[in-house]
């Protein structure tokens, strides 16, 4: 009994961790990938850091602090669309 619920505590865990990256909070709204920089903008503010990564200026990587108690959080963009989200550096207070 006990090896099946370790089995299902793997499992959940990991289900969470896959699902960690493909989204983030944002006070009380949440931002996930495939949605839109006007959707983003408008839920977590501006980025505390902005940059043009190629593509002409059709990839950009917004980095929001979220304060010294959580990692940075970096949103790489192709185009209008977000399409991944990453742990970065643990933030800093502002």
């Known amino acids: 009994m006990r090896h099946i619920l370790l089995i299902i505590a793997i499992f959940i ?6 699902f960690a990256d493909d ?7 949440i931002v996930s990938v495939g949605d839109l920089k006007p ?5 977590c503010g501006p ?8 593509g002409g200026g059709t990839r950009e990587r917004w ?14 963009f192709d185009g209008d669309r977000l399409e ?6 643990k933030g800093i207070d502002r």
Do not use: Q
């Open 13 to 18: 865990f990991t289900e969470a961790a896959c």
């Open 23 to 29: 989204s983030m909070n944002c006070g009380t709204d």
């Open 39 to 43: 959707s983003v903008m408008t839920k």
């Open 47 to 54: 980025p505390f850091i902005k940059e043009d990564i190629g």
């Open 63 to 76: 980095t929001y602090n979220l304060g010294s108690g959580s990692f940075m959080k970096i949103l790489t």
């Open 84 to 89: 991944s989200i990453e742990d970065g550096e």
